[in-house]
């Protein structure tokens, strides 16, 4: 009697201070320890045995094959393994596990139709359309999956698809001569290549502000990475002013710091520290001044390295 007594306190005692704290049942289950990590371990040793089992069974029996038999086992694991995806996403499994089927299936189904192209069409010898069909249906079919599931592992995937369908697309129109006679020159090359990192620099923006910010730090650094050089080459090969590349930072810096990404910190570093480094070979290799230049580079560098330190440190939660 005394011992139920004394539980009725102790769990009156324990209402009290959740009322008195404004703490929920479900602030209390979120408390609860889980074992997330190491589903992830599994769930990804899981998918490597899968791959190095489907891979060594391919290898073993591949000459033995018919051009449809290729087909069927190449591009069916895949499909097969997507299929078993969908089926746990409805079944609610945990999204560790989800992320790595999603993604393996996406490799195993992009060669499955690599292997169907090159069966149906043996002599063809066009890369970047072999490449375009494949990044194309793909974007297709992961896209509307995305839609389906909002999973962040298929939204990566289609990210991937979505810049292969765009290099590759491009290539095609220049090799087929798909492309007008006064826009083949090296200023629109660059201005293509320009558009694409923007377009992949506006859509990471995006991203970045939703709940699917964790994918944008290495979508950040392709991007910028990708506009940096592509802007420094429009200005050193087009317009012959490479000084005026600083005009590019300046906008890199701010976006930086409006999605608060270090990613797009690290590369707007190591891009300016790149520029100082170009101008100073240019105009003091051989003066008295280069060490004296190289010292204050390093100044340079060290002052941007604490910079970036301070801002990480202090902007720890949703940094990309």
Known sequence: ??????????????????????????????????????????GYIGGLFIVGGVGFFLDQNWENFTSLQRIIISYGMGTLLFTLSCVLYVRHATPAVLHNL?????????????????????????????ILAISGAMLFQYFMTFIATRLISVLFMT???AVGTYVSAIDVLYEFNLVPTFAISAMSNHLIVLVGSLSLLGVTYVISQGPFRKISGIWFFVASATFYSIVYRIFEHDFKMEEAFFLALLPGIYLSKLANSKALMITSAIAFISYLGLLNNKYFSDTPWWPVSLICIGLITIALAYWIFQRMRNDKSGVS
């Open 1 to 42: 009697m005394n011992s139920r007594s004394n539980k009725q306190t102790q769990i009156n005692e324990i209402l009290t201070l959740m009322q008195r704290h404004d703490i929920k049942v479900d602030d209390l289950a979120a408390q609860k320890p889980t074992s997330s990590t190491m589903v992830w371990i599994f």
């Open 102 to 130: 999603f993604v393996i299936s996406a490799v195993l189904m992009s060669i499955g139709l690599g292997v169907a192209i090159a069966e149906v069409f043996p002599k063809g010898d066009s890369i970047s359309l072999f």
């Open 159 to 161: 990210l991937v698809f």
